[in-house]
């Protein structure tokens, strides 16, 4: 599954679906990602075999499909209220957080995920963005790892990035040296402000 939003002009050739009304997006005029006209998705992939690693796997897709789209509402509803989150910026413990996180976040220009295959309770998946952080250009290659409980909801997601790369981007002046220093304080701080 591949879901791509990006800023036109767009050289490919893919097929544009129109933006939710503003009625189902109520978080559009809040800080974070938004819904965009512009959003472009892939053609579907072929429908899942039955069994719960294809269930969780659409339940994946289903997931970064909203996530993409900023769908708040649906993100959320495929969390289980004490799911688990950590990456290398937060360490959350509660769904109410996660949501107050991906809610703060910046508004995505592009957006595009493809879902790897599932493993047991786990659906892996790669996920590349650009947005703006503190006026300066970032594009942040993510790796996600949901796990999924018996009855299909998210109950923990890890997520990493290139540290050196990022931190390079959005905060250039914190020479490479004290990064991780860097890391040890926003984490902790951070991670208190979304409510732990």
């Not at 978080?27 to 959003?39: I, K, L, V």
């Not at 472009?40 to 719960?52: I, L, Q, S, Y």
């Not at 295959?117 to 250009?137: I, L, N, P, T």
Request: aromatic residues 10%; without cysteine; charged residues 25%.
């Amino acid at each position: 599954m591949k879901v791509q939003r990006t800023m036109p002009p767009v050289a490919r050739q893919e097929t544009t679906t129109p933006s939710a009304p503003a009625s189902a997006a109520p978080a559009t005029a809040q800080a974070g990602w938004r819904p965009d006209a512009r959003t472009r998705e892939a053609a579907p992939t072929a429908p899942p075999t039955d069994g719960p690693e294809a269930r969780n796997r659409a339940a994946a897709e289903r997931f970064f499909e909203a996530f993409g789209r900023g769908d708040h509402a649906a993100v959320e509803a495929l969390y289980r209220p004490d799911v688990t989150f950590k990456d290398d910026m937060f360490t959350l413990s509660k769904r109410d957080s996660v949501m107050t996180m991906w809610r703060s976040a910046p508004r995505f220009e592009t957006f595009h995920v493809e879902v790897g295959e599932a493993r047991g309770s786990q659906v892996s998946a790669r996920w590349v963005v650009d947005y703006e952080m503190f006026g300066r250009k970032v594009r942040n290659e993510v790796t996600s790892t949901l796990t999924f409980d018996a009855q299909g909801r998210i109950s923990a997601q890890a997520e990493s990035w290139d540290r050196t790369k990022w931190m390079g981007q959005a905060l250039p002046f914190v020479p490479r040296w004290a990064q991780p220093l860097a890391y040890a304080v926003m984490r902790p701080l951070l991670s208190w402000r979304m409510g732990g």
